[in-house]
């Protein structure tokens, strides 16, 4: 993972645990590229090749909120009252009713600290993960 795609907050994995931890970036230090992770009972700094991202899967959007929708009438695909998605995760202009178009630009969302950071930066607050 390159440092420069995290914020503060952002959720990752770390490749050297054997667990299915979920690590959140309390610091980042650009220059030496390492990101301190906070574990439970513990804080971390790791080189940035030692992360890994968190794929975005249906099962963690709704364990973060989103509700799948019904295709009748064309709506999106993943409605969180906050931000729309499209079944392959792009971001759309619909809301859960009506029919949904593309964001001009908007590309697929891979991984959970992309949502994080996208949500960031159309609402100025922090997207909810305190559920995974």
């Not at 899967?57 to 499209?86: M, N, Q």
Request: aromatic residues 12%.
């Amino acid at each position: 993972m390159n440092t420069r795609e995290l914020r503060i907050g952002n959720l990752v994995k770390c490749k050297m645990s054997n667990d299915a931890a979920v690590y959140t970036v309390m610091a980042i230090d650009g220059i030496n590229l390492k990101v301190m992770l906070s574990g439970a009972r513990f804080c971390t700094w790791y080189d940035e090749d030692k992360l890994q991202p968190i794929l975005l899967t249906e099962e963690l959007l709704l364990r973060c909120g989103f509700e799948k929708c019904s295709d009748f009438g064309g709506g999106a695909d993943y409605y969180s009252g906050i931000i729309d998605l499209s079944q392959q995760f792009i971001p759309t202009t619909s809301d859960r009713y009506y029919a949904s178009v593309i964001i001009d630009g908007a590309k697929k969302l891979k991984y959970l600290h992309e949502l994080q950071n996208f949500v960031f930066s159309l609402t100025g607050s922090e997207f909810d993960v305190s559920k995974l």
